[in-house]
């Protein structure tokens, strides 16, 4: 095999095991290497009954999925269904509805809970527009097909991307209106498992007390505290509870820590921006729901801390966004284990539930990768074309007169730079042939209702 025949068949494969890696195996990677279910693999269940598969068979299998939020036009200003906003959708959505069908769906959850935040600017699109992204997001997610619905079972939290928080809630009640017709009440409790869920519209707990808007929801907080607590409870709410500046967030975060901040409507004081709730609100929500965890999302990044409450310290875990446009490099969702059967007299309350982070593929990662493989594949004919150039350049700047050179050394000049051309021509036609088709392949394979 010549140099040259060596060259293109060595560039096709590279391109061809990028393409392989980036556009499939890697969103395979975290069912088959890098997650598991955090009861397969935990030492605290001592009475876990095992069956022949050798999995602990006491536990619900839940996957948890925070802020997807599908962009839109007011996610980047562009106008609305312009190509560039297009493109972008396009390639934000291929890569949550690949991370959900190859990296989530192979782990056969039995319940899937999204904890807000599915449109980015929800409360300020017309219905036509929020219907479009609702299919949108139907389709990401598979909500729309008969496996879903058949087999998993789907609750949902708002976020402030979805209703908005107080201020806007107390004066465009219409969208907590569509937002409630789709997707059920804003706060709720349900069981899986022996696990008690307690879901809250996060966005009103620190809203003028005296209104309407924060009613609804301490009055439903009220009733769960009043109610007989039977089982360990999961605090569910989209903005992050209370935690002191600087706190730490633990080893999995990958940007700076976002202190608190909170913003009020200077007409009717309601909140207009926060990124976590009040130590006051935040103290009686623990105190009220008892729960031994909490999970919330809104911050985009990973974070574990701890709270000190009446009944103790309670562990809440901060997901990280699904998607890879939203600011982390390290989109993330996570796998939580709820217990089917009540604990032991000898176990403790955090047993019932079980969490275990798991992360997707770094997209941004991979199209730099494969901006690096293109760079060095365009260099390496932009170099053959110079030596072609440089050689005609060298013949014509020649002292030799070439009516003096013999016609066959003449011709065999004119040869050798026509061949460089083809070759060269030929190698980015070959590479492209393999590779522009399985590109191809890929998108329509993954785009495609299954």
Not at 92 to 105: K, P, Q
Not at 167 to 196: A, D, I, W
Not at 214 to 225: G, L, P, Q
Request: glycine share 4%; charged share 20%; proline share 5%.
């Amino acid at each position: 095999m010549k140099g040259h025949e060596k060259l293109t068949l060595l560039l096709c494969l590279i391109w061809t095991a990028t393409i392989l890696y980036g556009e499939m195996f890697s969103f395979y990677m975290p069912f088959l290497f890098s997650c598991s279910w955090p009861h397969l693999s935990s030492s605290s269940s001592s009475d876990s009954t095992m069956n022949g598969k050798g999995y602990a068979a006491d536990y619900v299998k839940v996957a948890v999925i925070a802020d997807p939020q599908i962009m839109d036009k007011t996610s980047l200003r562009l106008p609305s269904k312009s190509l560039a906003l297009e493109f972008v959708q396009f390639y934000t959505d291929l890569f949550m509805r690949r991370a959900f069908f190859s990296s989530i769906l192979p782990f056969k959850p039995e319940v899937i809970l999204f904890l807000g935040d599915y449109f980015d600017g929800g409360p300020y699109l017309s219905d036509d527009e929020w219907q479009e992204s609702l299919s949108r997001l139907k389709h990401m997610f598979g909500l729309n097909t008969e496996e879903i619905h058949s087999t998993v079972k789907v609750y949902h939290l708002p976020g402030n991307h979805d209703i908005g928080y107080a201020t806007l809630q107390s004066h465009k009640p219409e969208v907590v209106r569509r937002y409630e017709k789709e997707f059920g009440s804003r706060n709720y409790q349900f069981m899986v498992g022996k696990v008690e869920f307690v879901a809250i519209d996060a966005q009103t707990v620190d809203a003028n007390q005296e209104g309407s808007v924060a009613s609804a929801t301490w009055n439903f907080v009220s009733n769960v505290s009043s109610d007989r607590q039977l089982h360990p409870r999961v605090l569910l709410s989209h903005i992050p509870l209370y935690r002191r500046d600087w706190t730490d967030c633990g080893p999995h975060r990958g940007s700076p820590i976002i202190n608190q901040r909170i913003r009020h409507n200077i007409y009717d004081k309601e909140v207009s921006y926060q990124n976590y709730i009040t130590e006051e609100s935040s103290n009686q929500l623990l105190n009220l729901i008892r729960p031994v965890i909490v999970l919330s999302g809104h911050d985009h990044d990973q974070c574990t801390v701890t709270h000190e409450s009446k009944g103790g310290p309670v562990t809440e875990h901060t997901l990280g966004t699904i998607s890879w446009q939203q600011g982390n490099l390290y989109p993330s969702f996570m796998l939580l284990s709820a217990r089917k059967t009540p604990l032991s007299d000898t176990s403790l309350p955090e047993e019932a539930v079980l969490t275990r982070l798991c992360f997707l593929p770094m997209q941004t990662h991979i199209y730099i990768w494969g901006n690096a493989v293109m760079r060095a594949t365009a260099k390496k004919s932009v170099n053959q074309l110079t030596e072609v150039c440089l050689s005609m350049e060298t013949n014509a700047d020649s002292e030799v007169d070439p009516k003096k050179l013999p016609p066959r050394a003449s011709k065999s000049k004119a040869k050798m730079v026509i061949q460089r051309f083809v070759r060269t021509f030929r190698m980015l036609i070959l590479i492209a042939a393999v590779n522009v088709p399985l590109y191809m392949m890929f998108l329509f394979k993954d785009w495609i209702d299954k």
